[in-house]
């Protein structure tokens, strides 16, 4: 079954359905959410994506991020793709949104409002390999002199919710 987006207009209204390839694919605003699971230590679990995804192979990037299904609630979203990536499942809260666009080389654009998750777990993540190369623990301030000096590293999208929303990924 193909995965559809919800496009929305900048008041987080939504407005239709797409395909989310052809949505990447004309650049159209849709919702999307980034979660963030930091543990008792202050650290965060940051995720390589798979390498054969179509968009961002490879890179490290926040726990897990998607799109909304039609009906699904930012947090259920949240929880439910967390347990398809990361093969654990925490509470969530949202602390706020945002709107990017970024254009890849490969042609494809991410135009979303961004809806951002923080949770906490101590365990040990069960990666879905389809998904996620690997995972690690990162210090918060670690994370940000590494994304400053290897930039090439991390997501688009990851760089930005670090660089604007810094203080409240800290605050669990």
């Given at each position: ?86 093969g654990f499942v925490t509470e969530l ?80």
């Open positions: 079954m193909e995965e559809h987006v919800i496009l929305v207009d900048t008041s987080d209204q939504p407005i239709g359905l797409m395909p989310k390839l052809e949505a990447h694919e004309k650049g159209v605003l849709h919702r999307a959410f980034s979660v963030f699971i930091l543990n008792n230590e202050g650290q965060l679990m940051l995720q390589q994506r798979a390498l054969h995804k179509y968009h961002s192979p490879g890179l490290w990037t926040n726990t897990c991020c998607s799109h909304q299904r039609d009906g699904e609630s930012n947090l259920a979203a949240g929880k439910r793709r967390l347990k398809e990536e990361m809260r949202e602390v706020t949104s945002f709107i990017y666009k970024a254009p890849f080389d490969n042609g494809l654009t991410e135009h979303e409002l961004d809806h951002i998750m923080i949770g906490q777990y101590e365990g040990t993540p069960s990666i879905n390999p389809e998904e996620v190369a690997d995972w690690k623990w990162m210090d918060i301030e670690d994370v940000r002199s590494d994304i400053k000096e290897y930039p090439q590293r991390y997501t688009v999208w990851f760089m930005l919710i670090f660089e604007k929303f810094y203080e409240k990924i800290q605050l669990l």
